[in-house]
């Protein structure tokens, strides 16, 4: 939660911050609970390919930003 702000504050997007955090998650757990890394990589293939469509619109630059 506290990447996922932080990219949120720095970015002003917060599906961008979504994905980030998603991708960075399993690399952190593995430092402290490298069991669940696994699980985590599964999670944040769901998360990404749930946000497709935002993934698009920001190619594409038509996401909108939260402020």
Avoid: M, T
């Avoid at 960075?24 to 749930?50: E, K, T």
């Amino acid at each position: 939660i506290i990447i996922w702000v932080a990219l949120v504050l720095l970015l002003r997007f917060a599906s961008l911050a979504s994905i980030v955090a998603c991708v960075l998650a399993p690399f952190i757990v593995l430092l402290f609970q490298p069991l669940y890394f696994a699980g985590l990589v599964v999670i944040a293939f769901l998360v990404i390919w749930r946000h497709k469509d935002n993934i698009k619109r920001l190619i594409a630059r038509n996401e909108k930003k939260l402020f």
